[in-house]
């Protein structure tokens, strides 16, 4: 089976947990996903970097989430969410490229 790199696993847990809340209209159906794709991300960043790079990178999504609100009233829903995705996927490759 390929390997998806974590930093992808974050990036679209972010972005594919906001087009599931969005497109049905079902916020705990899109907190489903970004869980899902956060729990995917932490095993992972566990594996890959160790349990201090996971936790910290855990912290950093959960982060990101709750980040991407305040920055949606000034830019957006979209734009913020690939913002916070975007910078969630360099964070995660910056912590787990060397470990790789």
Aim: aromatic share 8%; no cysteine; net charge positive.
């Amino acid at each position: 089976m390929a390997k998806v790199p974590a930093a992808a696993v974050a990036a679209s847990g972010l972005v594919g947990g906001y087009a599931v809340a969005r497109w049905t209209r079902k916020r705990p159906l899109g907190g489903v996903a970004l869980a899902a794709a956060g729990t995917v991300a932490a095993y992972e960043w566990n594996r890959q970097a160790g349990p201090r790079a996971a936790v910290g990178l855990t912290t950093a999504y959960v982060a990101a989430f709750a980040g991407s609100h305040p920055l949606a009233k000034k830019v957006g829903a979209w734009p913020a969410v690939f913002a916070v995705a975007g910078g969630m996927a360099a964070a995660s490759w910056a912590v787990t490229r060397r470990t790789a």
